[in-house]
């Protein structure tokens, strides 16, 4: 099972309970993504992009 289809299934058994981290991709999309789990129920979601320096 790859990322796509097993990523989903995790989210959708998961415990709503779960902190949550979204790493990589644009900005724009970490933050739509987490839009969407906390609209799942999720509470805590911590976000970081995937195009940040070194020092960040």
Sequence with gaps: MNGTEFIPKLIAAAPREW???????TAGRVAATARKLAQAGFGEIVQCDG??????
Excluded: Q, V, Y
């Design 19 to 25: 902190k949550l981290a979204l790493l990589g991709t």
């Design 51 to 56: 195009f940040r320096d070194e020092d960040h």
